[in-house]
């Protein structure tokens, strides 16, 4: 069956069959230090003032980045068989950076952990496609020789988007974004494309004679021609990036055209294989696999992503139905799947809190005061929203001191009039009684005429038993701007 995963492309890929995928295609954040939030509106048309992150594509290096960083080479010789001298040259070529581009460092640790994985589920068969642009296509590429072998780079593939480009005064125009195309080894499956001709062409036709190319004769000893309406597909491919009017447009900053998805599944990809694409986003690659009839595998670490563009185009543009034509993992549905969730991925069980409890996941990952997101709703009467800050607590052991913080966080921002706690673990008796009186001296908050506790307890079980924070009416949760062209909500 189709499957689809929330969580980190690393995790969920170490759990897969080695040698189970035919195609690769990632479409990775590119460093290029700005972050792309999808579009959601609440009901009355407003953005909202803070939004989830469709992806985060800023690095920065931290212990657990430079940690990895010092073990890459030993795990590049050991476990993936890469010689020597690479591992010494990705030794020496990230202690260069480490003083002069830092981010870049981040950024190219974090893909080496990730490509080395997806070597390890490409069958011997199977092409990787990795599409970038200039910003680091020739770092990139340097990985890639590194990890599939030199001799297994087949082409940069150049996406010319000629309807869309950045220009400057003092440069040419931006306009492409290239793909590199690589083979796990020299028998791969590979299907040459072919392309209409703008007017047919009147060609020579040619045949092996005793191993040499010559023109072929008819029978009054003349030379013969064919015309031919199509060629040979090259490197350079003319699509067309998506419009703002697009049907196909979803709101996803960085979403691709179909066409382009179906043309590299069609030359990679036989008719019975597996797409396998770790960044799935918006899901265009699991369409255009639906498309051909291949089998498919989607990976997201961003839980609306899973739980609402993606199901959005599977189950209504394409009709499929969950649990029949695909299944959703990684979004726990009971409290042991949170637990698991909690004690393989810390940030992502905050994240999945946050989005059940109809909250927006904050931007920030940390130095923000422990907020871990917020819920907005409408206050009658008055333009700017309301908010509710979050925070979630996975661990057993949670003290008093996380109630009187969030009552600081309550106290000192002027917009926000609720806070809410989220713990995984139900608290003692004695532990919830002291939480409640402490969280009873925040007092209560009228809004439109009814008063709300200002501070608020949930445990994951109520989440997932539909008890939901005592709020007015809220915000964002309702309606996915922009909508589907053509679908009715």
Known sequence: MNRLHFGDCLTVMQDM???????????????SQRQYNSIYKDETGRPLPEQIDAFCDMWELNDETEEAIRHTPTIMERDHGIDKATADFWRLWMNALRDTNPRLLAYLSYMVQRLLQMKTILKPTGSIYLHCDPTVSHYVKVMMDAIFGYANFRNEIVWHYYNKFAAGRRVFGRNYDQILFYSRGKSYY??????PRDKPRRQLVRENVGGVLKNKRGPDGKVMYRTVTDKKMDAVWAIPALQHASRER???????PVKLLERIIKASCPPDGVVL???????TTLEAAQNLGRKWIGIDIAIHAVKRITRQRLVERLGLVEDEDFEITGIPQTAEGALDLWTRDKRQFQVWAVELAEGFVTKRQSGDGGIDGRLWYDVPG???LGSMVIEVK???TVNINVVRELRGVLEREERVQLAGLIVQHELRPR??????????????VEIGGVAYPRMQLLTVANLLDGKRFQTPHVMGKHQLQPAIPGISR
Do not use: W
Request: aromatic fraction near 10%.
């Open 17 to 31: 069959p080695l040698a189970s995928v035919d195609l690769i295609y990632l479409d990775p954040p590119f460093n």
């Open 190 to 195: 590979f299907e040459p494309q072919r392309i």
């Open 250 to 256: 979803l709101g996803y900053a960085t979403q691709k």
């Open 277 to 283: 694409d770790p960044f799935c986003g918006c899901a």
């Open 382 to 384: 008055e333009r700017e």
């Open 394 to 396: 996975g661990g057993r």
């Open 431 to 444: 532990q919830r009684a002291n939480f409640a009186r402490e969280m009873g001296k925040a007092g209560e």
